[in-house]
């Protein structure tokens, strides 16, 4: 596993990235004192913005079975650190009055074909977290999508797709209803998360 120090234009990406989301800073910068503070503002707003892009990285790959060791090893940390800074759910669901079920242990190898197998009874995701999926009961069949963050998502927005939540970096969730009647409901309880 490579823990070497990120890519070497990394620095210049991130700067890159703040200049475009300011474009009026770089000559400002020059000429006015209050323009330093409205960077100092930006570089805050970045570093927030990464922390979360950290703990999604961090959650996706327990997704991926990587252990808290490993994680902790990647992080300069021990495993018992790794696990108290970012082994906290932070689930914010819509509340609609449906039935809900918690889908879990998921993977992200085996989420997706466990979603379209509750699409077709019904179940929809209304968030996620790591290791794990919410979904609620509908009347009608549900397909979900997961992309990969950066691709274009208008197109599958313009196409019925609607967003699960916020982003989890590497990816992003999506779902549409098909409009078909959901199939009858199996008898045993587990029927979701049976393999395939």
Do not use: N
């Not at 570093?47 to 902790?72: F, H, M, N, Q």
């Not at 085996?110 to 794990?132: K, P, Q």
């Not at 992309?147 to 970096?169: M, P, S, Y």
Request: some cysteine; aromatic content about 8%.
């Amino acid at each position: 596993m490579d823990t070497a120090a990120p890519h070497p234009d990394l620095r210049q990406l991130l700067s890159d990235s703040l200049t475009a989301a300011r474009p009026d800073l770089g000559a400002r910068l020059g000429a006015d004192p209050a323009a330093y503070l409205d960077l100092v503002a930006l570089a805050h707003a970045a570093r927030s913005e990464t922390d979360a892009l950290l703990r999604g990285a961090v959650s996706s790959a327990r997704s991926a079975g990587c252990t808290w060791e490993a994680i902790g090893q990647v992080l300069d940390m021990s495993r018992q650190a790794a696990q108290q800074r970012y082994g906290g759910e932070d689930l914010s669901l819509p509340r609609t009055g449906g039935k809900i079920l918690r889908l879990a242990p998921l993977t992200a190898f085996t989420e997706m074909d466990v979603l379209e197998r509750a699409g077709r009874y019904g179940w929809h995701s209304i968030g996620f977290s790591t290791l794990l999926h919410i979904v609620e009961k509908s009347d009608l069949q549900w397909e979900h999508k997961r992309v990969r963050l950066g691709e274009d998502r208008r197109e599958l927005e313009a196409a019925g797709w609607e967003k699960i939540g916020t982003l989890w970096f590497p990816w992003a969730y999506y779902k549409r209803c098909t409009g078909e009647p959901a199939l009858p409901e199996p008898i045993t309880d587990d029927y979701l998360m049976r393999p395939t």
